[in-house]
């Protein structure tokens, strides 16, 4: 299992349909043929500028319809010492973690650190154009589809990092963004069951971060990938959200089935709500059903049983992507990037034999 990040754009990011993406200092400095720190120092009315580059500049001002908002502004003079997170989510443990590590990384660099919470209701792109006029760069939780869809929006001029779910093998986000390769282990988790003695795994699902239909998440692939490698037939994956609740009513059906007796969750709430329900079922767990979830929360060790899990570094992946927007923020900057942890399987009394 590993964890790794993307530092390079596999793209460019499209304004929305009938939209024209605002001109940039950048594409100031293109037009008139000079860098963006010229460009700098002509709308900052600063000397040391020849008057014929001076007049390029403003020329290229005129024509592109340059307006120098809060990012340009920070683009342009370097005080880029704010940074706005965007995400649908606050409360559940990964995006917590991952909120954390991004505070504790940016307040040790300086940085301010804001937090605008997305929900379904909100205009997206007039949210994203907030944040971005706010200044110094962005950095979106894109986790769920809702996370996702506001990484879309971000324009290409805006300085930009992203947590992301594991990307297709050989594909890459369009905008650096840091992800831990949880389809891995997923895959781990599952051949453990298997190799406890277990027939088959069951699966409760978190949703996919995309919107397309039919598509798995990493988690859920890598459970199928163990079970397809092991001759088994993969059975239909349960689960339609990502809390206790949305647990307990997948373990409610899981429970009435005999054959059941392991089961793989896409966190550790929704393991929460299947431990609860397997419970009320009289099913013992782990004798009658093993249980891994997956993130490692806080309360998980000290459920009863005690949840196995796989533990991510979510504190990690929030320190790597600040250091991700960092870089271009502040470009003369060298520093070693940071790595998270892998994603570790941790043993608890949740899974054993069959019969155990």
């Given amino acids: 299992m590993h964890v790794t990040g993307h530092t390079s754009f596999g793209g460019q990011t499209a304004p929305s349909p009938g939209q024209r993406r605002p ?30 580059t001076r007049g390029r500049v403003e020329a290229a001002v005129r024509a592109l319809g340059f307006r120098r908002n809060a990012t340009a502004f920070a683009l342009a003079s370097g005080v880029t010492r704010a940074v706005t997170v965007l995400t649908s989510n606050t409360v559940l443990h990964g995006y917590a973690a991952t909120l954390q590590g991004l505070e504790e990384a940016s307040r040790a660099a300086g940085y301010a650190l804001g937090v605008r919470v997305v929900t379904p209701e909100n205009d997206l792109d007039r949210t994203v154009a907030a944040a971005a006029d706010t200044g110094g760069g962005l950095v979106v939780i894109g986790y769920d589809r809702l996370g996702a869809a506001v990484l879309d929006r971000v324009p290409a001029h805006v300085p930009c990092a992203a947590l992301v779910e594991a990307p297709p093998p050989g594909r890459t986000p369009r905008r650096p963004a840091v992800w831990a390769d949880d ?26 971060s995309t919107g397309t239909r039919g598509t798995a998440s990493p988690r859920a692939e890598g459970w199928r990938r163990a079970l397809r490698a092991a001759g088994v037939a993969p059975p239909p994956p349960s689960g339609r959200g990502w809390d206790a609740q949305a647990g307990y009513e997948a373990g409610n059906k899981l429970a009435r089935d005999p054959a059941v007796t392991a089961i793989l969750c896409g966190n550790d709430d929704l393991a929460l709500g299947v431990l609860r329900a397997l419970h009320h079922a009289g099913r013992r767990v782990p004798q009658d059903v093993s249980v891994i979830g997956f993130d490692d929360a806080p309360h998980s060790a000290f459920l009863t049983p005690s949840l196995s899990t796989v533990r991510m570094d979510f504190h990690g992946l929030g320190r790597a992507a600040f250091g991700l ?12 990037a940071h790595v998270p942890a892998e994603p570790t399987l941790v043993h608890r009394e949740s899974a054993g034999p069959p019969g155990s």
């Fill in 325 to 336: 927007l960092r870089a271009q923020l502040d470009t003369d900057r060298q520093e070693p």
């Fill in 23 to 52: 001109a940039s200092i950048r594409d100031v400095a293109q037009a008139a043929g000079v860098s963006y720190q010229t460009v700098s120092r002509v709308i900052n009315g600063r000397p040391n500028v020849k008057e014929e």
């Fill in 183 to 208: 389809r891995e282990a997923a895959r781990t988790a599952t051949a453990h069951l298997l190799a406890l003695g277990h027939a088959t795994v069951h699966y409760v699902a978190l949703p996919a």
